[in-house]
């Protein structure tokens, strides 16, 4: 079931204000996407945590409507440097 | 039946390494149950492997149990890692290798 991708980047940027996120249709579908969320509120969490965020703010879709999502996320590099 | 919960605990706690997965690890069912079969075979890790598709209770029981949406899933020890695209990001910075022990 298609998804837009603008649908997808506007959930995740609702959930975690301020994250830069980058959307690729993989398979140009609209049902591969790649996801890249970059935020500084992912600072200090694991990797598993970063991504329960991004899970979270697709409420519930994610494993269901959106079936393919390869995700990566991370913390801006200047924050990564200071931790 | 026991609760799934109980179920899961007891595959987690009693196996090292396990993989929560569609198929089998000859046959994945899906792309992404398949990429982390590759990743622990590259790795040459001795893992068991779950099939989520032959007991729906399991399948949406390591959801909630996860608080993770999607299969497949990898716990080492116990503890919950990730999933295919955290596999392969560990894998790639070396983690994963440290993470189950296994010489490349």
Request: aromatic share 8%.
């Given at each position: 079931m298609p998804m837009p991708a603008s649908e997808i980047e506007a959930l995740i940027k609702a959930a975690i204000p301020g994250a830069e996120v980058t959307i690729r249709?993989?398979?140009?579908?609209?049902?591969h996407y790649a996801a890249r969320v970059v935020s500084?509120?992912?600072?200090?969490?694991s990797r598993v945590r970063q991504h329960q965020a991004v899970y979270s703010a697709l409420g519930g879709r994610m494993?269901?409507?959106?079936?393919a999502l390869q995700l990566e996320t991370a913390v801006p590099s200047q924050l990564e440097s200071e931790q | 039946m026991t609760d799934p919960a109980n179920r899961i605990a007891d595959i987690v706690k009693s196996n090292d390494i396990v993989l929560f997965m569609k198929g089998t690890a000859l046959f994945p069912q899906c792309g992404f149950s398949g990429r982390a079969i590759a990743i622990l075979d590259r790795l040459g890790a001795k893992y068991e492997t779950i099939d989520v598709l032959q007991d729906p209770d399991i399948r949406q029981g390591i959801k909630s149990y996860s608080d993770?949406?999607?299969?497949?899933q990898l716990y080492v020890r116990g503890e919950f890692v990730g999933g295919s695209d955290i596999m392969m990001e560990m894998y790639e910075n070396g983690e994963l290798q440290q993470l189950v022990g296994a010489e490349a």
């Open positions: 249709d993989l398979a140009g579908d609209g049902d500084g509120s992912f600072a200090g969490l494993g269901g409507e959106l079936h | 993770w949406p999607t299969i497949p």
